[in-house]
T-cell receptor, first 108, second 114 residues
């Protein structure tokens, strides 16, 4: 079983839509969680950390549910520039585990 | 530029040849990670260093792969006797060991084995 599992999509949404991505992790000892964004043929870039209390950064909201071992990312008012692959990441303290990524295309 | 630097950006080699990649981490970062990524997959852990010590290696890392970080600064990843299955993007990332440690990636080295 993979450490982190994500729905690969693709998600194709119109501009202005709200889209949600989910991921699950298998190691209950995981200590911290992140969402990374990766553009085609580029390196992953940190989008935001994920906390149990939930955190928001502009149009992006991330949430962690430790009981269900579930992480989510909500993007409101999607922009064309949001088109990318979104990677869910867990850190056990010694290793970072990446999901396969969820592909998002925002359509004009 | 104070980000993570990787060289070369692209490498094309023939099967059976040896290749070496270099990573220069962010200067104050004491941890350095190597990942491999193929199309449609997330980055796959290969190995990591804390300062000059190699603390963990993936079971996926065959004997043909070796990594070093001799002075706790830059790192090299060598692949001996390359195979077509080694074709991938090799990503280096660095971090500071701390609570809520975060990874910062270099631009990667795209390896094509013909």
């Amino acid at each position: 079983r993979k450490e982190v599992e994500q729905d690969p999509g693709p998600f194709n949404v119109p501009e202005g839509a709200t889209v949600a991505f989910n991921c699950t992790y298998s190691n209950s000892a995981s200590q911290s969680f992140f969402w990374y964004r990766q553009d085609c043929r580029k390196e992953p870039k940190l989008l935001m950390s994920v906390y149990s209390s939930g955190n928001e950064d502009g149009r992006f909201t991330a949430q962690l549910n430790r009981a269900s071992q579930y992480i989510s990312l909500l993007i409101r008012d999607s922009k064309l520039s949001d088109s990318a692959t979104y990677l869910c990441v867990s850190n056990t303290g010694n290793q970072f585990y990446f999901g396969t990524g969820t592909s998002l295309t925002v359509i004009p | 530029d104070t980000g993570v630097s990787q060289n070369p950006r692209h490498k094309i080699t023939k099967r059976g040849q040896n290749v070496t990649f270099r990573c220069d981490p962010i200067s104050e970062h004491n941890r350095l990670y190597w990942y491999r990524q193929t199309l449609g997959q997330g980055p796959e852990f290969l190995t990591y260093f804390q300062n000059e010590a190699q603390l963990e290696k993936s079971r996926l890392l065959s004997d043909r792969f070796s990594a070093e970080r001799p002075k706790g600064s830059f790192s090299t990843l060598e692949i001996q006797r390359t195979e077509q299955g080694d074709s991938a993007m090799y990503l280096c990332a660095s971090s500071i060991r701390q609570t809520n440690e975060k990874l910062f990636f270099g631009s990667g080295t795209q390896l094509s084995v013909l």
